[in-house]
Nanobody, 113 residues
Framework: QVQLVESGGGVVQPGGSLRLSCAAS????????MQWYRQAPGKQRDWVGM???????HYLDSVKGRFTISRDNANNIVYLQMNNLEPEDTAVYYC???????WGRGTQVTVSS
């Protein structure tokens, strides 16, 4: 059974940083494309970025230069380092695996002064 569990969310002031984690079980993240999504209140779930099995990285334009995805292969964890956070980054953040399809339950990020 594949399970993805996000953690690391919280409340942070504008300009602050958070590191989100996505701990995977039942699936090897090194052979999956691991993606991060976010969903703000009342809005659709949007793609944020991804890391491919080869390690290729791609990001939503609005987070380029501020967000970084990485992975810890030994511990089967994917990270989303978020720097210089803006109020517009407030959302529930989810991770997703493919082709073995699974979603985590999300972690709340709130950027507010």
């Amino acid at each position: 059974q594949v399970q993805l569990v996000e953690s690391g969310g919280g409340v942070v002031q504008p300009g602050g940083s958070l590191r989100l984690s996505c701990a995977a079980s039942g699936v090897d993240i090194t052979i999956q494309t691991m993606q991060w999504y976010r969903q703000a209140p009342g809005k659709q779930r949007d793609w944020v970025g991804m890391i491919s099995p080869s390690g290729a990285l791609h990001y939503l334009d609005s987070v380029k230069g501020r967000f970084t995805i990485s992975r810890d292969n030994a511990n089967n964890i994917v990270y989303l380092q978020m720097n210089n956070l803006e109020p517009e980054d407030t959302a529930v953040y989810y991770c997703r695996s493919s082709p073995t399809y699974a979603w985590g339950r999300g972690t709340q990020v709130t950027v507010s002064s």
